[in-house]
Structure formats: C-alpha cells, structure tokens
C-alpha cells in the first residue's frame, strides 16, 4: 500500500521558519517528481513547489519563491519544503503528492496533509 506521510507542520510566529517532510513509501520514488500544495478551506487547492525525480529542477508559485525551498533524498524516499519568513497568508494544510512521472505535471499518489498555522 502506497503512503505518503507528511510531518513537520505546527503553529509559527510571522517572519519564521519550519520545515516540512514528506516520507514515501513507493518503491518508485526515485523515478518520479514529487510536489508540494496548499489548500485554505475555501480556496482551491494551489501547487506550491515542485521538483523533479533526480531533483535537478525545481519549481515554485509566484507567491512562495525564494522563501521556500523543495529539496529530497531519494536514499530517504523523502521529499522536503523548507519554509522561511513565513506569512500570515502561508496558513494552510500542505500535502505533499508523487508525479505520474520523471518530470511534475500530473499527480496521482497524495498524503493526508499537515496543518501549518502562521500567527501574525
């Protein structure tokens, strides 16, 4: 059975940092992209990074870029999303999700998603 566990998430001061992880249990990791997404209740859901199999290629959202950062060990089945200078507006639930592929486009395994709370 294929899961996707993600941890790390929590209550966070405005201006700081958490990272989030992301552990897989597929034996196609190494072969797939994996991506990071948000979703406020409400809201559509919004792809926030992504990051390709070898992880050679990365991907953000207008309103996340260079403050986070996606990055994996593939040694790990781990996929991560450091997050700094958080804002009240990056209050959410994070999931992450596997790739279909080597390369984010489509998405078709997803985690059961991690709270992250920024207070202003």
């Known amino acids: 059975q294929v899961q996707l566990v993600e941890s790390g998430g929590g209550l966070v001061q405005a201006g700081g940092s958490l990272t989030l992880s992301c552990a897989a249990s597929?034996?196609?990791?190494?072969?797939?992209?994996m991506g990071w997404f948000r979703r406020v209740p409400g809201k559509e859901r919004e792809s926030v990074a992504a990051i390709t199999s070898n992880g050679g290629n990365t991907y953000y959202s207008d309103s996340v870029k260079g403050r986070f950062t996606i990055s994996r060990d593939n040694a790990k089945n781990t996929v991560y999303l450091q997050m700094n200078s958080l804002k009240p507006e990056d209050t959410a639930v994070y999931y992450c999700?596997?790739?279909?592929?080597?390369?984010?486009?489509?998405?078709?395994?997803w985690g059961q998603g991690t709270q992250v709370t920024v207070s202003s």
């Open positions: 597929l034996r196609t990791f190494n072969s797939r992209a």
């Open positions: 999700a596997a790739g279909q592929a080597s390369w984010p486009r489509t998405y078709d395994y």
